[in-house]
């Protein structure tokens, strides 16, 4: 009983900065809606399983993005990154956005938004 209860409480707190469901709920919400949803970086195919998406993800690697971004303004984003001490991030320009793992955020914006705030400009 007390080994399931440390379980269950275990999954509130610093596990959550693993779970991608929400976001994986909102990925699905937003292609089933017609959305473009592009993931920058090395993807694994989570919100595919875990959004039971119908369409694959669009991946932008490299400096690739930057050009698809340009060209798909209103393409919904996924990135992580990682947080310096007493950066502060305009919330407003998130779509989505959560602790992820160690010292990261996982979050979602606008292609245009994207290219402003995390690519140097565009």
């Not at 937003?30 to 595919?48: K, P, T």
């Not at 669009?58 to 060209?71: A, I, N, P, Q």
Request: charged share 25%.
């Amino acid at each position: 009983m007390i080994l399931s209860l440390f379980i269950i409480g275990a999954g509130r707190g610093p596990l959550q900065k693993y779970n991608l469901q929400p976001l994986a709920r909102l990925v699905k919400k937003r292609m089933d809606a017609g959305n473009c949803v592009a993931y920058i970086g090395a993807y694994h195919g989570e919100f595919q399983f875990l959004g039971r998406l119908k369409r694959p993800l669009v991946m932008l690697k490299g400096s690739r993005f930057k050009e698809y971004l340009k060209e798909h303004p209103d393409c919904l984003a996924i990135d992580t990154l990682r947080i310096k001490p007493g950066r502060n991030l305009e919330k407003e320009a998130f779509l989505y956005i959560q602790p992820f793992r160690e010292e990261r955020i996982i979050f979602m914006v606008k292609g245009r938004t994207y290219l402003k705030y995390f690519s140097g400009g565009g």
